[in-house]
């Protein structure tokens, strides 16, 4: 079965521009997740959603940081404007169920680079 | 909160030895364990997961870990490193009172020496 998907693979921006990065996830996955990992640490959760509604978006910064599930399936997350303390690596994951497993099968990523 | 730490940001070890990295978690209930593994330039992969019963789990690619309640410890072990096992591994701790949100360490660098 194909993996999570996601695009772009590298991106650079300047400071205060903004950026969006898509997320398509295993056919049938119903959970979907958004990491952050800065160089040096682990990914840290962002948003997560369940179906099309957000289950958990407690570490998101949301002055600046915007997600959405439409039609529960494929994800945007949006960064407006960027900072310089922005720049890592934007992972997605999906899960079957995340009641059950808790497996998360993780994309990629996403390279971002603020300059 | 939830919190998971791994002691050892980098090891190395020479082909063929063993290997084990450390993994101590901090959280309130029964835990879901997870170690990950990260090749450059790829997602994390799931090697092995804890969630009740036996605390001995084995994975793939030859790894085991051991779920220790009374240390708050899971450590990945592996009894003959290849160097394709050259990766940054990272333990997470899922939280069971919210579907499927997961905290994960800094990650441990593993580097195999010919």
């Known amino acids: 079965e194909a993996g999570v998907a996601q695009s772009p693979r590298y991106k650079i921006i300047e400071k205060r521009q903004s950026v969006a990065f898509w997320c398509n996830p295993i056919s049938g996955h119903a959970t979907l997740y958004w990491y952050q990992q800065i160089l040096g640490q682990g990914p840290k959760l962002l948003i997560q959603f369940q179906n099309n509604g957000v289950v958990d978006d407690s570490q998101l910064p949301k002055d600046r940081f915007s997600a959405e599930r439409l039609k529960g399936v494929d994800s945007t997350l949006k960064i407006q404007p960027a900072k310089l303390e922005d720049s890592a690596v934007y992972l997605c994951?999906?899960?079957?169920?995340?009641?059950?497993?808790?497996?998360?099968?993780f994309g990629p990523g996403t390279r971002l680079t603020v300059t | 909160a939830q919190s998971v730490t791994q002691p050892d940001i980098h090891i190395t070890v020479s082909e063929g030895a063993s290997l084990e990295l450390r993994c101590n978690y901090s959280?309130?209930?029964?835990?879901?364990l997870f170690w990950y593994v990260q090749s450059p330039g790829q997602g994390l992969q799931l090697l092995l997961k804890y969630f009740s019963g036996d605390t001995l789990v084995q994975g793939i690619k030859g790894f085991e870990a051991e779920f220790k309640r009374s240390q708050s410890s899971f450590n990945l072990r592996k009894p003959s490193v290849h160097w394709s096992d050259a990766a940054e591994y990272f333990c997470?701790?899922?939280?069971?009172?919210?579907?499927?949100?997961?905290?994960f360490g800094d990650g441990t660098t593993l580097t195999v020496k010919p």
């Open positions: 994951a999906s899960s079957l169920d995340p009641t059950s497993s808790y497996e998360q099968y």
């Open positions: 959280y309130g209930a029964t835990p879901y």
């Open positions: 997470a701790v899922g939280d069971n009172t919210n579907a499927g949100k997961s905290t």
